[in-house]
């Protein structure tokens, strides 16, 4: 190997060197920053009980207010409550703007009365399940959320109303039809 | 509680009676999850079939499942202490710990614990309910043949979403005999502790005892894997979503035919390992299917640049056929069910494609910065976090070593990762406008996207990490 050539490797291997020391580094400050983010989780999960685990009812009514405000606003938003077994959910279904002849049948009379919640009208009632297929369109149509469509979408927000998600709604809904 | 450890254990035990009869020996941090990933898929497999022949998931059906590996466990037991046979079951770790290793390791547990706690909770995101655990309740509550999956009055959404996360959903509530939709979310962060080991396996033969602990604890900590933006921790290893199991079953079927490429003439074993994981993956979600052909055809790519003989070819061949006759009767029931609003593949045309790069591919470029650097779209900066610097130093990383990138088996790794940003890309781009705008979409999704090849791409720097 002559002088030229053999400055040339020991160039090369210092550039290589060079290249690992960058990357090793790069590493290392994303190592660092991962355990930040692993003490805000921890923190958020540990020390904030209000954003880690909670009660049922509180979680339901969370999810309930979290798909009620990605209905746009002015908008009416049907809550729609399923009973039976795994049917048990209730779906968050918003249409704007509000029809008349909307394709479900409401089998409470308190659903009569729309609530104004977050710049919204909420609209409760129980799904009668004599009508299955109505499901289906619902959620055929869930994600069409273009502007004038009659059911903007549906957001399911909890598995098991009964008992617990009568709480949940009541901590939105209350006796005197106010919202909290 | 006990059900679902129960279900947890037998499913490591099933995985253990496979590798057993496959005889594939692997390290402890690499074996652990192979055990878990192919026991799943077993059991759901198994499940599926009967399921199709129109059998009921009732509570003596899951117990005889859980019952088999546990009876072939302690007749092994049984066996090894009267003739003092076999191969231990866990070959402890022989190699020496280092500090780093330890701290590490600590770290990592940490995480693991917060995650199992976060997961304790309702199954509020949406997907968890009205995707995966919906079908399970549907297969407890009925069978394979509800109404609720073939009707085309009352489906469920997705109908044709595959099955093996609802499945074995549903083979814990048969087990505890009762449905626990808060109970059964502990399986999800057992899916994010076994990624880890096998990341932690595959890394440290690459980039040594000392980084590669360091690497797997950072990965450990992106945040689309343990809670992210939305407060429900959408697509994370607590929410229930089959995202992580994704990542995990593709995951650990690219690590096992990395291995079989790098040993030439490698164990088909190995190989057939992998495409058992790929199929977990296909079985998983419909990403995994175009992921697990993908993997295939970069390692047909890798060896026909090696320029190897048609001979080499012919293990690799095979195990794409078994992978798809594996998920034959998958593909087939799933073939006759309705879909209802994703039909990405008949949008797959010239025009498709076109309209897409006028109307989406902005907004996927938008979101994509978005989530994997600490740039806003909007302008200015975000605080960075360990997500959010990973992917523009693996861009740096790539474009110092890019020749490397493409030589040798790190060209597998590259072509895999390109490949997979390539077709995700492409797949958006044909979201139909009818279904989804495109923004909403990205909005929730485009961090659970980067997460489906994060675990590869970690594998990609770990190997330019590597002395060699």
Known sequence: ???????????????????????????????????????????????????????????????????????????????????????????????????????????????QAPVPFEGRSLLFAWYDPSRPPEIAKMLASRNDQRPGSRLGGAVMVSWRLAPEGETAFALLYDAEGRVK | MIAMAMAIISFFLWGRLLLRAARLRAEFFLRVPLMFGLGCFAVAWMLFVFLLGGGRLTQPIAFAVCATPFAAAIGEGFHRLFRGKGAPVFAPPRRRVNAVQVICLLFALCLAATVLRNSQQLPLAGDARQIWGYKAKIIYYESLYSEDFRSATQLHQHPNYPLLVPIIEAYCYALAGGVDDLRVKMLFPVFYICLLMALYAEARRHAGPVLAPVLAAAFAAFYPLTYNMRGLGEGSASSGYADVPLTFFYTTGAILLLRWLSARGGEGRTLFAGGAMLAAAAFTKNEGLPLAALACVAAIFVLLVRRVSRRELIPLLLMCAAVLAVLLPWLIWRAGLPVIDEDYPSRLTFEGIRYGLANHAGAILKYSVDRSTPLRTTGGFKPPDAWSLFWPALAAACSLYIVRCFRGNTAFITVLLGGHTLLYFVILLVVPPSAWDISNLLHFITHRLFMHFSGIALILFALLLSDS
């Open chain 1, 1 to 111: 190997m002559t002088e030229k050539t053999a400055d040339a490797a020991r160039g090369m291997r210092a550039r290589l060197s060079a290249r690992r020391i960058i990357l090793v580094a790069m590493m290392m400050v994303v190592a660092l920053f991962a355990l930040l983010d692993a003490v805000r989780f921890f923190r958020r999960a540990w020390l904030l009980p209000e954003a880690g685990v909670s009660d049922r009812a509180g979680q339901i009514a969370a999810a309930l207010s979290d798909g009620v405000k990605r209905a746009p606003e002015g908008s009416t938003i049907l809550v729609l409550l399923l009973p039976g077994d795994y049917r048990e959910i209730a779906y968050v279904v918003y249409h704007a703007p509000p029809s008349p002849d909307a394709p479900l049948k409401l089998s409470s009379p308190e659903s």
